[in-house]
Protein backbone atom coordinates (compact mmCIF):
# COMPACT_ATOMS: atom_id res chain seq x y z
CA UNK A 1 0.00 0.00 0.00
CA UNK A 2 1.55 3.28 -0.81
CA UNK A 3 2.81 5.43 1.91
CA UNK A 4 0.63 8.40 1.55
CA UNK A 5 -2.62 5.86 1.79
CA UNK A 6 -1.18 4.31 5.04
CA UNK A 7 -0.96 7.85 6.31
CA UNK A 8 -4.27 8.41 6.21
CA UNK A 9 -5.65 5.80 7.02
CA UNK A 10 -3.64 6.02 10.43
CA UNK A 11 -4.59 9.44 10.74
CA UNK A 12 -8.11 7.79 11.01
CA UNK A 13 -7.22 5.38 13.58
CA UNK A 14 -5.62 7.72 15.76
CA UNK A 15 -7.62 10.74 15.04
CA UNK A 16 -10.96 11.80 16.75
CA UNK A 17 -13.04 9.53 14.99
CA UNK A 18 -15.74 7.11 16.40
CA UNK A 19 -15.49 3.17 17.40
CA UNK A 20 -17.58 1.85 14.74
CA UNK A 21 -15.57 3.50 12.22
CA UNK A 22 -12.06 2.63 13.18
CA UNK A 23 -13.19 -0.79 14.03
CA UNK A 24 -14.99 -1.27 10.03
CA UNK A 25 -10.90 0.15 8.95
CA UNK A 26 -8.94 -2.59 10.77
CA UNK A 27 -11.92 -5.27 9.41
CA UNK A 28 -10.61 -4.26 6.22
CA UNK A 29 -7.44 -4.35 6.71
CA UNK A 30 -7.12 -7.56 7.68
CA UNK A 31 -9.83 -9.06 4.82
CA UNK A 32 -9.58 -6.44 2.48
CA UNK A 33 -7.17 -4.19 2.06
CA UNK A 34 -7.85 -3.56 -1.80
CA UNK A 35 -11.10 -2.10 -0.71
CA UNK A 36 -9.56 -0.04 2.07
CA UNK A 37 -7.27 1.39 -0.25
CA UNK A 38 -9.48 2.80 -3.10
CA UNK A 39 -11.72 4.30 0.39
CA UNK A 40 -8.20 6.49 1.33
CA UNK A 41 -6.25 6.70 -1.92
CA UNK A 42 -7.99 9.92 -2.90
CA UNK A 43 -10.11 13.00 -1.22
CA UNK A 44 -13.60 13.11 -2.37
CA UNK A 45 -13.57 15.88 -5.29
CA UNK A 46 -16.18 18.81 -7.20
CA UNK A 47 -16.88 17.42 -10.32
CA UNK A 48 -19.46 18.86 -12.74
CA UNK A 49 -21.98 18.21 -9.60
CA UNK A 50 -19.61 18.51 -6.47
CA UNK A 51 -19.39 15.66 -4.24
CA UNK A 52 -20.50 12.34 -5.22
CA UNK A 53 -19.42 8.68 -4.06
CA UNK A 54 -20.25 5.21 -2.66
CA UNK A 55 -21.26 5.29 1.14
CA UNK A 56 -18.75 4.25 3.69
CA UNK A 57 -15.82 4.74 5.73
CA UNK A 58 -12.52 6.70 3.50
CA UNK A 59 -11.44 9.92 2.51
CA UNK A 60 -13.07 8.59 -0.85
CA UNK A 61 -16.09 7.61 0.51
CA UNK A 62 -19.64 9.71 1.77
CA UNK A 63 -19.69 9.53 5.20
CA UNK A 64 -20.76 11.97 7.96
CA UNK A 65 -16.93 13.24 8.70
CA UNK A 66 -16.81 13.71 4.98
CA UNK A 67 -19.78 15.58 4.49
CA UNK A 68 -18.74 17.42 7.85
CA UNK A 69 -15.32 18.74 6.72
CA UNK A 70 -16.80 19.74 2.93
CA UNK A 71 -19.21 21.38 4.63
CA UNK A 72 -16.50 23.68 7.06
CA UNK A 73 -14.52 24.17 4.31
CA UNK A 74 -17.68 25.38 2.13
CA UNK A 75 -18.66 27.33 5.19
CA UNK A 76 -14.69 29.11 5.06
CA UNK A 77 -15.41 29.90 1.88
CA UNK A 78 -18.55 31.52 1.99
CA UNK A 79 -17.45 33.90 5.09
CA UNK A 80 -14.52 34.66 2.95
CA UNK A 81 -16.42 35.83 0.04
CA UNK A 82 -19.73 37.46 2.15
CA UNK A 83 -18.74 38.43 5.44
CA UNK A 84 -19.99 37.61 8.34
CA UNK A 85 -23.47 37.25 7.66
CA UNK A 86 -24.36 34.74 5.02
CA UNK A 87 -27.28 32.59 4.03
CA UNK A 88 -27.66 28.91 2.85
CA UNK A 89 -30.73 26.60 2.03
CA UNK A 90 -29.93 22.39 2.72
CA UNK A 91 -32.17 19.66 1.38
CA UNK A 92 -32.16 16.18 1.09
CA UNK A 93 -33.74 13.51 -0.99
CA UNK A 94 -34.70 9.92 -0.76
CA UNK A 95 -31.82 8.40 -0.29
CA UNK A 96 -30.08 6.38 3.21
CA UNK A 97 -28.04 8.35 4.94
CA UNK A 98 -29.81 11.57 3.02
CA UNK A 99 -31.65 12.84 6.03
CA UNK A 100 -28.70 12.45 8.51
CA UNK A 101 -26.16 14.18 5.61
CA UNK A 102 -28.43 16.75 5.26
CA UNK A 103 -28.55 17.16 9.37
CA UNK A 104 -24.39 17.78 9.60
CA UNK A 105 -24.41 20.03 6.81
CA UNK A 106 -26.77 22.00 8.59
CA UNK A 107 -25.43 21.82 12.20
CA UNK A 108 -22.29 22.66 10.86
CA UNK A 109 -23.00 25.67 9.04
CA UNK A 110 -25.17 26.90 11.89
CA UNK A 111 -22.07 26.12 14.30
CA UNK A 112 -20.36 28.72 11.97
CA UNK A 113 -22.60 31.44 12.49
CA UNK A 114 -24.41 30.98 9.33
CA UNK A 115 -28.07 31.00 8.90
CA UNK A 116 -30.16 27.98 7.52
CA UNK A 117 -32.99 27.36 5.84
CA UNK A 118 -33.09 23.60 6.36
CA UNK A 119 -36.35 21.82 4.53
CA UNK A 120 -38.72 20.36 6.72
CA UNK A 121 -38.21 16.65 4.54
CA UNK A 122 -37.16 15.14 1.57
CA UNK A 123 -37.55 17.89 -1.47
CA UNK A 124 -37.01 18.13 -5.33
CA UNK A 125 -33.60 19.07 -6.18
CA UNK A 126 -35.07 22.34 -8.23
CA UNK A 127 -36.55 23.36 -4.99
CA UNK A 128 -33.57 23.71 -3.35
CA UNK A 129 -32.59 26.19 -6.00
CA UNK A 130 -35.85 27.82 -6.38
CA UNK A 131 -35.24 28.23 -2.44
CA UNK A 132 -31.63 29.96 -2.46
CA UNK A 133 -32.78 32.60 -4.56
CA UNK A 134 -36.17 33.01 -2.95
CA UNK A 135 -34.26 33.42 0.58
CA UNK A 136 -31.26 35.70 -1.25
CA UNK A 137 -28.89 32.96 -0.17
CA UNK A 138 -25.05 32.74 -0.61
CA UNK A 139 -25.04 29.23 -1.26
CA UNK A 140 -26.72 26.10 -0.39
CA UNK A 141 -26.48 22.28 -0.55
CA UNK A 142 -28.70 19.21 -1.43
CA UNK A 143 -27.96 15.92 -0.34
CA UNK A 144 -28.05 13.33 -3.11
CA UNK A 145 -26.65 11.19 -5.52
CA UNK A 146 -29.22 11.67 -8.09
CA UNK A 147 -30.05 8.63 -10.50
CA UNK A 148 -26.83 6.94 -9.18
CA UNK A 149 -27.67 3.25 -7.76
CA UNK A 150 -28.27 3.02 -3.98
CA UNK A 151 -24.54 2.84 -2.74
CA UNK A 152 -24.10 6.15 -3.51
CA UNK A 153 -24.51 9.74 -1.79
CA UNK A 154 -23.61 13.53 -2.56
CA UNK A 155 -23.56 16.96 -1.52
CA UNK A 156 -24.55 19.01 -4.12
CA UNK A 157 -22.82 22.33 -3.60
CA UNK A 158 -24.67 25.79 -4.92
CA UNK A 159 -23.44 29.25 -4.67
CA UNK A 160 -25.89 32.61 -5.10
CA UNK A 161 -27.59 32.19 -7.82
CA UNK A 162 -29.35 29.01 -7.17
CA UNK A 163 -26.69 27.07 -9.71
CA UNK A 164 -24.30 24.87 -9.00
CA UNK A 165 -20.83 26.46 -8.91
CA UNK A 166 -18.34 27.07 -11.43
CA UNK A 167 -14.98 28.27 -11.58
CA UNK A 168 -13.05 29.80 -9.73
CA UNK A 169 -15.74 29.01 -6.73
CA UNK A 170 -15.67 24.96 -6.87
CA UNK A 171 -11.69 24.72 -7.28
CA UNK A 172 -11.58 27.29 -4.16
CA UNK A 173 -14.33 25.89 -2.02
CA UNK A 174 -12.17 22.03 -2.69
CA UNK A 175 -8.28 24.39 -1.67
CA UNK A 176 -10.39 25.72 1.51
CA UNK A 177 -11.86 22.06 2.30
CA UNK A 178 -7.99 20.67 2.06
CA UNK A 179 -7.01 22.83 4.56
CA UNK A 180 -9.33 20.99 6.72
CA UNK A 181 -6.72 18.83 8.17
CA UNK A 182 -8.25 16.81 10.60
CA UNK A 183 -12.45 16.27 12.48
CA UNK A 184 -10.96 18.05 14.89
CA UNK A 185 -11.22 21.26 12.43
CA UNK A 186 -14.80 21.41 11.95
CA UNK A 187 -17.32 22.95 14.31
CA UNK A 188 -19.89 20.19 14.34
CA UNK A 189 -22.39 21.68 17.21
CA UNK A 190 -23.61 24.77 18.75
CA UNK A 191 -25.70 27.14 16.33
CA UNK A 192 -29.13 25.52 16.75
CA UNK A 193 -30.52 29.17 17.05
CA UNK A 194 -29.32 29.70 13.68
CA UNK A 195 -31.56 26.79 11.65
CA UNK A 196 -35.00 27.71 10.11
CA UNK A 197 -36.98 24.78 9.24
CA UNK A 198 -38.51 25.40 6.25
CA UNK A 199 -41.37 23.27 3.94
CA UNK A 200 -44.96 23.52 2.43
CA UNK A 201 -44.50 27.39 2.65
CA UNK A 202 -42.06 27.22 0.18
CA UNK A 203 -43.43 24.28 -1.95
CA UNK A 204 -46.33 27.05 -2.36
CA UNK A 205 -44.21 30.00 -3.95
CA UNK A 206 -42.47 27.02 -6.12
CA UNK A 207 -45.59 25.64 -7.71
CA UNK A 208 -47.21 28.76 -8.67
CA UNK A 209 -43.75 29.13 -10.13
CA UNK A 210 -44.60 26.40 -11.98
CA UNK A 211 -48.19 26.95 -12.88
CA UNK A 212 -46.74 30.60 -14.74
CA UNK A 213 -44.47 28.82 -17.04
CA UNK A 214 -47.98 27.06 -18.92
CA UNK A 215 -48.12 29.04 -22.31
CA UNK A 216 -51.82 27.23 -23.01
CA UNK A 217 -53.56 26.69 -19.77
CA UNK A 218 -56.90 26.70 -21.56
CA UNK A 219 -56.05 23.61 -23.58
CA UNK A 220 -55.04 21.99 -20.34
CA UNK A 221 -58.55 22.99 -18.86
CA UNK A 222 -59.81 21.51 -22.33
CA UNK A 223 -57.87 18.11 -22.48
CA UNK A 224 -58.04 17.75 -18.57
CA UNK A 225 -58.73 14.31 -19.19
CA UNK A 226 -55.06 13.43 -20.61
CA UNK A 227 -54.60 10.19 -19.25
CA UNK A 228 -51.87 10.29 -17.35
CA UNK A 229 -49.16 7.94 -15.84
CA UNK A 230 -46.44 8.62 -13.39
CA UNK A 231 -43.81 7.06 -11.43
CA UNK A 232 -41.74 9.11 -8.95
CA UNK A 233 -39.31 5.82 -8.52
CA UNK A 234 -39.00 5.67 -5.06
CA UNK A 235 -38.33 9.49 -4.87
CA UNK A 236 -38.80 13.18 -3.73
CA UNK A 237 -40.95 13.95 -6.81
CA UNK A 238 -44.03 12.61 -5.19
CA UNK A 239 -44.03 15.73 -2.84
CA UNK A 240 -44.41 17.76 -5.90
CA UNK A 241 -45.42 16.54 -9.33
CA UNK A 242 -48.78 15.41 -8.45
CA UNK A 243 -49.55 18.88 -7.27
CA UNK A 244 -47.75 20.31 -9.84
CA UNK A 245 -50.08 18.57 -12.44
CA UNK A 246 -53.63 19.51 -10.52
CA UNK A 247 -52.65 22.80 -10.90
CA UNK A 248 -52.23 22.99 -14.83
CA UNK A 249 -55.64 21.15 -14.71
CA UNK A 250 -54.91 17.80 -14.94
CA UNK A 251 -57.70 15.48 -13.22
CA UNK A 252 -56.63 11.80 -14.99
CA UNK A 253 -53.05 11.26 -13.11
CA UNK A 254 -52.05 7.65 -12.23
CA UNK A 255 -49.50 7.28 -9.81
CA UNK A 256 -47.31 4.11 -9.83
CA UNK A 257 -48.57 2.22 -6.47
CA UNK A 258 -45.30 0.55 -6.14
CA UNK A 259 -42.81 2.92 -6.74
CA UNK A 260 -44.69 5.89 -5.12
CA UNK A 261 -43.35 5.65 -1.33
CA UNK A 262 -39.78 6.94 -0.91
CA UNK A 263 -37.08 4.24 -0.08
CA UNK A 264 -33.37 4.73 -0.36
CA UNK A 265 -33.08 0.75 -1.22
CA UNK A 266 -35.07 1.61 -4.41
CA UNK A 267 -36.11 -2.20 -4.26
CA UNK A 268 -38.07 -2.18 -7.61
CA UNK A 269 -34.84 -1.13 -9.76
CA UNK A 270 -31.33 -1.71 -9.83
CA UNK A 271 -30.67 2.07 -11.07
CA UNK A 272 -33.23 4.93 -10.30
CA UNK A 273 -32.89 6.22 -13.98
CA UNK A 274 -35.53 7.31 -16.03
CA UNK A 275 -33.07 6.37 -19.34
CA UNK A 276 -32.97 2.58 -18.19
CA UNK A 277 -36.04 0.73 -19.98
CA UNK A 278 -35.95 -1.74 -17.17
CA UNK A 279 -36.85 1.12 -14.45
CA UNK A 280 -39.63 2.69 -16.45
CA UNK A 281 -40.87 -0.99 -17.28
CA UNK A 282 -43.58 -1.17 -13.92
CA UNK A 283 -44.45 2.39 -15.09
CA UNK A 284 -44.81 1.00 -19.02
CA UNK A 285 -46.99 -1.98 -17.99
CA UNK A 286 -49.87 0.20 -16.71
CA UNK A 287 -49.70 2.94 -19.41
CA UNK A 288 -50.34 -0.09 -21.60
CA UNK A 289 -52.94 -1.50 -19.45
CA UNK A 290 -54.56 1.65 -18.94
CA UNK A 291 -54.37 2.81 -22.98
CA UNK A 292 -52.78 5.96 -21.41
CA UNK A 293 -51.98 9.08 -23.41
CA UNK A 294 -48.41 9.56 -21.60
CA UNK A 295 -46.37 8.30 -19.30
CA UNK A 296 -43.95 10.15 -17.06
CA UNK A 297 -41.20 9.40 -14.98
CA UNK A 298 -38.44 11.05 -12.33
CA UNK A 299 -35.59 10.18 -10.94
CA UNK A 300 -34.98 10.63 -6.86
CA UNK A 301 -33.89 13.84 -6.79
CA UNK A 302 -36.51 14.79 -9.41
CA UNK A 303 -34.28 17.27 -11.80
CA UNK A 304 -34.62 14.01 -14.59
CA UNK A 305 -37.67 13.08 -16.62
CA UNK A 306 -38.33 10.38 -19.01
CA UNK A 307 -41.05 9.84 -21.27
CA UNK A 308 -42.79 6.95 -22.31
CA UNK A 309 -45.68 7.30 -25.95
CA UNK A 310 -47.44 5.21 -28.14
CA UNK A 311 -45.41 5.58 -31.47
CA UNK A 312 -46.95 5.59 -35.06
CA UNK A 313 -47.75 1.90 -34.28
CA UNK A 314 -49.12 1.72 -31.33
CA UNK A 315 -46.28 0.53 -29.75
CA UNK A 316 -45.13 1.80 -26.21
CA UNK A 317 -41.31 3.31 -26.14
CA UNK A 318 -39.44 5.41 -24.08
CA UNK A 319 -38.35 8.84 -25.85
CA UNK A 320 -34.58 9.38 -25.46
CA UNK A 321 -33.57 12.82 -23.72
CA UNK A 322 -32.42 14.48 -27.25
CA UNK A 323 -36.19 13.79 -28.36
CA UNK A 324 -37.70 14.97 -25.56
CA UNK A 325 -35.22 18.21 -25.46
CA UNK A 326 -36.19 18.59 -28.65
CA UNK A 327 -39.82 18.34 -28.58
CA UNK A 328 -39.32 20.92 -25.39
CA UNK A 329 -37.60 23.52 -27.01
CA UNK A 330 -39.58 23.31 -30.38
CA UNK A 331 -42.74 23.62 -28.53
CA UNK A 332 -41.16 27.22 -26.27
CA UNK A 333 -39.90 28.16 -29.50
CA UNK A 334 -43.21 27.62 -31.64
CA UNK A 335 -45.99 28.21 -28.95
CA UNK A 336 -44.63 31.43 -27.80
CA UNK A 337 -44.62 32.44 -30.90
CA UNK A 338 -48.20 31.00 -31.95
CA UNK A 339 -49.12 32.76 -28.69
CA UNK A 340 -47.75 36.60 -29.43
CA UNK A 341 -45.51 36.63 -26.58
CA UNK A 342 -42.31 35.53 -28.10
CA UNK A 343 -39.42 38.42 -27.56
CA UNK A 344 -37.09 39.34 -30.20
CA UNK A 345 -33.96 38.26 -27.53
CA UNK A 346 -35.10 35.51 -26.56
CA UNK A 347 -32.55 32.63 -26.80
CA UNK A 348 -32.23 29.01 -25.44
CA UNK A 349 -29.44 27.42 -24.28
CA UNK A 350 -27.79 23.67 -24.43
CA UNK A 351 -25.20 21.61 -24.29
CA UNK A 352 -22.38 20.21 -26.83
CA UNK A 353 -23.37 17.02 -26.58
CA UNK A 354 -27.04 17.67 -27.07
CA UNK A 355 -28.42 17.08 -30.38
CA UNK A 356 -27.67 19.76 -33.09
CA UNK A 357 -31.51 18.96 -34.31
CA UNK A 358 -32.21 22.03 -32.00
CA UNK A 359 -29.99 24.68 -33.36
CA UNK A 360 -31.62 24.37 -36.33
CA UNK A 361 -34.85 24.27 -35.19
CA UNK A 362 -34.08 27.84 -32.85
CA UNK A 363 -32.16 29.24 -35.94
CA UNK A 364 -35.67 28.40 -38.36
CA UNK A 365 -37.03 30.85 -35.81
CA UNK A 366 -34.81 33.32 -35.88
CA UNK A 367 -34.00 32.66 -31.73
CA UNK A 368 -30.54 32.53 -30.54
CA UNK A 369 -29.31 29.30 -29.66
CA UNK A 370 -26.49 29.08 -27.49
CA UNK A 371 -24.12 25.64 -26.77
CA UNK A 372 -22.11 25.68 -23.30
CA UNK A 373 -20.01 23.08 -21.64
CA UNK A 374 -21.98 19.86 -19.99
CA UNK A 375 -23.96 20.87 -16.86
CA UNK A 376 -26.84 23.01 -15.92
CA UNK A 377 -24.22 25.01 -14.28
CA UNK A 378 -22.85 25.87 -17.46
CA UNK A 379 -26.61 26.98 -18.42
CA UNK A 380 -26.82 28.45 -15.22
CA UNK A 381 -24.07 31.25 -15.91
CA UNK A 382 -24.44 31.62 -19.20
CA UNK A 383 -28.00 33.00 -18.45
CA UNK A 384 -26.37 35.03 -15.17
CA UNK A 385 -23.97 36.49 -18.08
CA UNK A 386 -26.73 37.46 -20.28
CA UNK A 387 -29.25 38.47 -17.88
CA UNK A 388 -30.75 42.11 -18.60
CA UNK A 389 -29.65 41.87 -22.65
CA UNK A 390 -31.52 38.42 -23.72
CA UNK A 391 -34.40 36.69 -22.70
CA UNK A 392 -33.87 32.53 -21.64
CA UNK A 393 -36.64 30.54 -22.25
CA UNK A 394 -35.48 26.61 -21.86
CA UNK A 395 -32.26 25.39 -21.68
CA UNK A 396 -31.53 21.50 -21.70
CA UNK A 397 -29.28 18.28 -22.07
CA UNK A 398 -29.18 14.55 -23.68
CA UNK A 399 -29.47 13.32 -20.54
CA UNK A 400 -33.02 13.85 -19.60
CA UNK A 401 -32.65 17.19 -18.07
CA UNK A 402 -34.72 20.59 -18.86
CA UNK A 403 -34.88 24.26 -17.32
CA UNK A 404 -37.85 25.96 -18.04
CA UNK A 405 -37.68 30.11 -17.17
CA UNK A 406 -35.45 31.67 -15.49
CA UNK A 407 -36.87 31.88 -11.51
CA UNK A 408 -34.68 28.24 -10.82
CA UNK A 409 -30.90 27.43 -11.98
CA UNK A 410 -30.77 23.75 -12.30
CA UNK A 411 -32.64 21.15 -14.11
CA UNK A 412 -36.14 20.67 -12.63
CA UNK A 413 -38.29 17.42 -13.74
CA UNK A 414 -41.02 18.70 -11.77
CA UNK A 415 -41.80 21.61 -14.50
CA UNK A 416 -40.64 19.59 -16.99
CA UNK A 417 -43.56 16.63 -16.37
CA UNK A 418 -45.74 19.72 -16.05
CA UNK A 419 -44.54 21.12 -19.66
CA UNK A 420 -44.93 18.06 -21.31
CA UNK A 421 -48.15 16.88 -20.36
CA UNK A 422 -48.75 20.48 -21.94
CA UNK A 423 -47.07 19.52 -24.82
CA UNK A 424 -48.72 16.48 -25.14
CA UNK A 425 -52.57 18.24 -24.69
CA UNK A 426 -51.89 20.59 -26.79
CA UNK A 427 -51.27 18.19 -29.78
CA UNK A 428 -53.99 15.82 -28.52
CA UNK A 429 -56.51 18.94 -28.65
CA UNK A 430 -55.26 18.66 -32.64
CA UNK A 431 -56.36 14.92 -32.83
CA UNK A 432 -52.25 13.73 -32.37
CA UNK A 433 -49.87 12.59 -30.71
CA UNK A 434 -46.03 13.58 -29.35
CA UNK A 435 -45.00 11.08 -31.54
CA UNK A 436 -46.50 12.65 -34.85
CA UNK A 437 -44.94 15.99 -33.58
CA UNK A 438 -41.77 14.16 -33.78
CA UNK A 439 -42.02 12.61 -37.02
CA UNK A 440 -43.33 16.10 -38.60
CA UNK A 441 -40.40 17.97 -37.01
CA UNK A 442 -37.68 14.85 -38.61
CA UNK A 443 -39.69 15.80 -42.15
CA UNK A 444 -39.00 19.58 -41.39
CA UNK A 445 -35.36 19.29 -40.17
CA UNK A 446 -33.89 16.04 -40.69
CA UNK A 447 -33.58 12.25 -39.01
CA UNK A 448 -30.95 13.27 -36.19
CA UNK A 449 -30.03 9.86 -34.36
CA UNK A 450 -28.05 10.03 -31.15
CA UNK A 451 -26.29 7.16 -29.29
CA UNK A 452 -24.54 6.81 -25.68
CA UNK A 453 -22.18 4.38 -24.62
CA UNK A 454 -20.54 5.02 -21.43
CA UNK A 455 -17.66 2.61 -20.60
CA UNK A 456 -17.22 2.03 -16.42
CA UNK A 457 -13.76 2.10 -14.92
CA UNK A 458 -13.54 1.44 -11.06
CA UNK A 459 -10.93 2.07 -8.95
CA UNK A 460 -7.14 3.76 -9.31
CA UNK A 461 -6.80 2.51 -12.22
CA UNK A 462 -9.90 3.17 -13.50
CA UNK A 463 -9.06 6.72 -13.54
CA UNK A 464 -5.28 6.45 -15.27
CA UNK A 465 -7.35 4.29 -18.10
CA UNK A 466 -9.87 6.75 -18.83
CA UNK A 467 -7.02 9.87 -19.01
CA UNK A 468 -4.83 7.37 -21.11
CA UNK A 469 -7.80 6.71 -23.71
CA UNK A 470 -8.64 10.48 -23.97
CA UNK A 471 -4.72 11.36 -24.51
CA UNK A 472 -4.51 8.54 -27.20
CA UNK A 473 -7.73 10.42 -28.85
CA UNK A 474 -5.94 14.00 -28.67
CA UNK A 475 -2.60 12.84 -29.93
CA UNK A 476 -3.61 10.31 -32.65
CA UNK A 477 -7.40 11.57 -33.85
CA UNK A 478 -8.39 9.34 -36.49
CA UNK A 479 -8.29 10.45 -39.93
CA UNK A 480 -11.66 8.78 -41.34
CA UNK A 481 -14.32 6.95 -39.45
CA UNK A 482 -17.34 4.65 -41.35
CA UNK A 483 -15.63 5.98 -44.31
CA UNK A 484 -16.40 9.57 -43.80
CA UNK A 485 -13.07 12.42 -43.28
CA UNK A 486 -12.54 13.47 -40.12
CA UNK A 487 -12.81 17.45 -40.84
CA UNK A 488 -12.32 18.60 -37.66
CA UNK A 489 -10.87 18.18 -34.16
CA UNK A 490 -12.74 20.24 -30.99
CA UNK A 491 -10.34 19.87 -28.06
CA UNK A 492 -12.26 21.89 -25.28
CA UNK A 493 -9.23 20.71 -23.04
CA UNK A 494 -6.79 22.75 -25.01
CA UNK A 495 -9.72 25.63 -26.35
CA UNK A 496 -8.69 24.67 -29.72
CA UNK A 497 -10.62 23.70 -33.07
CA UNK A 498 -8.61 22.32 -35.83
CA UNK A 499 -10.12 21.83 -39.35
CA UNK A 500 -7.86 19.12 -40.83
CA UNK A 501 -9.22 20.16 -44.52
CA UNK A 502 -8.22 23.76 -44.50
CA UNK A 503 -5.61 23.58 -42.15
CA UNK A 504 -7.02 26.39 -39.88
CA UNK A 505 -7.30 26.35 -36.58
CA UNK A 506 -9.28 28.72 -33.85
CA UNK A 507 -9.98 29.30 -30.33
CA UNK A 508 -13.20 27.72 -28.43
CA UNK A 509 -14.69 30.60 -26.67
CA UNK A 510 -15.38 28.33 -23.53
CA UNK A 511 -13.98 27.53 -20.18
CA UNK A 512 -11.52 24.07 -20.23
CA UNK A 513 -13.26 20.79 -20.25
CA UNK A 514 -11.34 17.21 -20.68
CA UNK A 515 -14.09 16.28 -23.60
CA UNK A 516 -12.88 16.09 -27.73
CA UNK A 517 -15.58 16.01 -30.43
CA UNK A 518 -15.03 14.38 -33.78
CA UNK A 519 -17.36 16.41 -36.79
CA UNK A 520 -16.86 14.11 -39.67
CA UNK A 521 -17.56 14.99 -43.66
CA UNK A 522 -21.08 13.86 -43.53
CA UNK A 523 -22.49 15.55 -40.40
CA UNK A 524 -21.91 13.00 -38.25
CA UNK A 525 -20.24 14.16 -35.08
CA UNK A 526 -18.68 12.04 -31.99
CA UNK A 527 -18.26 13.59 -28.51
CA UNK A 528 -16.15 11.81 -25.76
CA UNK A 529 -16.04 12.98 -22.18
CA UNK A 530 -15.02 11.68 -19.07
CA UNK A 531 -17.93 11.50 -16.38
CA UNK A 532 -17.60 14.42 -13.85
CA UNK A 533 -19.81 12.76 -11.42
CA UNK A 534 -19.13 8.72 -11.97
CA UNK A 535 -15.93 6.74 -13.12
CA UNK A 536 -16.81 6.61 -16.58
CA UNK A 537 -16.28 7.83 -19.88
CA UNK A 538 -18.89 8.82 -22.40
CA UNK A 539 -19.10 8.37 -26.22
CA UNK A 540 -21.91 10.63 -27.48
CA UNK A 541 -22.66 9.55 -31.57
CA UNK A 542 -24.97 11.78 -33.48
CA UNK A 543 -25.75 10.85 -37.20
CA UNK A 544 -28.48 12.41 -39.04
CA UNK A 545 -30.03 11.95 -42.89
CA UNK A 546 -33.52 13.74 -44.35
CA UNK A 547 -36.58 12.26 -43.44
CA UNK A 548 -39.01 12.52 -46.45
CA UNK A 549 -41.94 10.89 -45.39
CA UNK A 550 -43.64 9.62 -41.91
CA UNK A 551 -44.03 6.77 -43.18
CA UNK A 552 -40.45 6.22 -43.91
CA UNK A 553 -39.62 6.41 -40.31
CA UNK A 554 -38.68 2.70 -39.38
CA UNK A 555 -36.83 2.13 -42.58
CA UNK A 556 -34.38 5.47 -41.21
CA UNK A 557 -33.89 5.02 -38.13
CA UNK A 558 -33.08 1.41 -39.00
CA UNK A 559 -30.18 2.80 -41.77
CA UNK A 560 -29.06 5.32 -38.98
CA UNK A 561 -28.66 2.79 -36.06
CA UNK A 562 -26.90 0.30 -38.30
CA UNK A 563 -24.27 3.58 -38.69
CA UNK A 564 -24.05 4.26 -35.42
CA UNK A 565 -23.03 0.83 -35.00
CA UNK A 566 -20.79 0.69 -37.48
CA UNK A 567 -19.04 3.17 -35.86
CA UNK A 568 -18.83 1.80 -32.44
CA UNK A 569 -17.45 -0.97 -34.14
CA UNK A 570 -14.53 0.29 -35.60
CA UNK A 571 -14.04 2.83 -32.58
CA UNK A 572 -14.31 -0.60 -29.91
CA UNK A 573 -16.99 0.91 -28.28
CA UNK A 574 -19.43 -1.80 -29.02
CA UNK A 575 -22.25 -1.50 -26.25
Excluded at 548 to 568: G, H, M, T
Amino acid sequence: MEKNIEEKINKWLKGNYDEATKEEIRKLQSENPEDLADAFYKNLEFGTGGLRGVMGIGTNRMNKYTVGMATQGYANYLKKCFGSEVRVAIAHDCRNNSPEFADITANVFAANDIQVYLFEALRPTPELSFAIRHFKCHGGVVCTASHNPKEYNGYKAYWDDGAQMVPPHDKNVINEVEKIASVDDVKWEGGGKNITIIGKEIDELYLDMVQRLSIYPEVCKKQHDLKIVYTPIHGTGIMLVPQALSRYGFTNVHIVKEQSTPDGNFPTVIYPNPEERETMSIGLQQAEALDADILLGTDPDSDRVGIGVKNNKGKWILMNGNQTAMLAFNYMIEARKAKGIAAPNDMVIKTIVTTDMIDAIAKASDVKCYNVLTGFKWIASLIKEKEGKENYIIGGEESFGLMIGDEIRDKDAVSAVAMICEMAAYEKNKGRSLFDKLLDLYVQYGFYKESLVSITKKGMNGAAEIKAMMQEYRNNPPKTIDGAAVNELLDYDLQLGKNFTTETTWKIDLPKSDVLQFVLGDGTKISARPSGTEPKIKFYFSVNTPLNNPADFDAVEKELDIKISRIEQEMGLEK
